[in-house]
């Protein structure tokens, strides 16, 4: 059973341009978040996804865009990139409301994403 | 504003002695509390949790202890491994207002080096 799984691993854009990153959630789960990582911070919440709509948003301006599919997985979409953007994005996926209660939460090995 | 706080970036204590990893939060609403470890290159993973209606909770080597009056809850590790190396971070997790999972709202890290 593939846990969560994140693409590109890695990859770097140029200011002002656009980016797509992937993830695909866990078996069986249905949500998925969406966080940033930049470097000696912990993860930020951006956003979560739930039946295809944007539930909970963090705070991120709206350069910061989402879709989740049919099948659960979903894309994050950041418009006109900073410097500032660099960071590690993880995706973590989920079942339920209680999942962290039920310790379900798993998250992905995360995108570094290099703004030059 | 930071509603999760580590205060101590890093951490360094002998193989077989016990680990103490601090977290402080400033959330009244927090009412689930959890530990993740991350290693390079690698998503975060779960480690331990906490209910807010619980001061205790043990895991084998793991023990998270919560004192709800003082917002304040810690890590044992006891004794210390040197696999146990890694980035540890402290969680609230926060319930959705509707549909989905509950956010989580994360400290900034304690890296923990345990020497052979």
């Known amino acids: 059973d593939a846990g969560v799984t994140q693409s590109p691993t890695h990859l770097i854009k140029t200011r002002g341009q656009q980016v797509t990153l992937r993830c695909s959630p866990k078996?069986?789960?249905?949500?998925v978040s969406w966080y940033q990582q930049a470097l000696g911070q912990g993860p930020q919440f951006i956003f979560q996804?739930?039946?295809?709509?944007?539930?909970q948003r963090g705070n991120f301006p709206d350069r910061f865009s989402g879709h989740q599919f049919p099948n659960y997985s979903s894309e994050l979409n950041v418009n006109a990139l900073l410097l500032g953007d660099s960071a590690l994005y993880l995706c973590?996926?989920?079942?339920?409301?209680?999942?962290?209660?039920?310790?379900?939460?798993?998250f992905g090995e995360g995108s570094w994403l290099t703004v030059v | 504003d930071q509603q999760v706080k580590q205060n101590s970036p890093s951490l360094s204590v002998q193989e077989g002695r016990i680990s103490i990893l601090n977290c402080d939060y400033t959330n009244s609403m927090f009412d689930y509390f959890l530990w993740y470890k991350k290693y390079p290159a690698e998503g975060p993973t779960f480690l331990i949790s906490?209910?807010?209606?619980?001061d205790k909770n043990e895991d084998g080597r793991f023990t998270v202890f919560l004192n709800k009056s003082a917002k304040h809850l810690s890590l044992h590790i006891v004794p210390s491994q040197p696999g146990d190396s890694a980035v540890y971070f402290c969680?609230?997790?926060?319930?959705?207002?509707?549909?989905?999972?509950?956010?989580?709202?994360f400290g900034k890290g304690t890296k923990l080096t345990v020497n052979p």
């Open positions: 969680a609230a997790s926060v319930l959705p207002p509707q549909g989905g999972s509950e956010k989580l709202v």
């Open positions: 078996s069986g789960h249905d949500t």
């Open positions: 973590a996926s989920s079942l339920g409301v209680f999942a962290a209660v039920g310790n379900t939460i798993y």
């Open positions: 906490i209910s807010s209606i619980k």
């Open positions: 996804y739930y039946e295809e709509e944007e539930r």
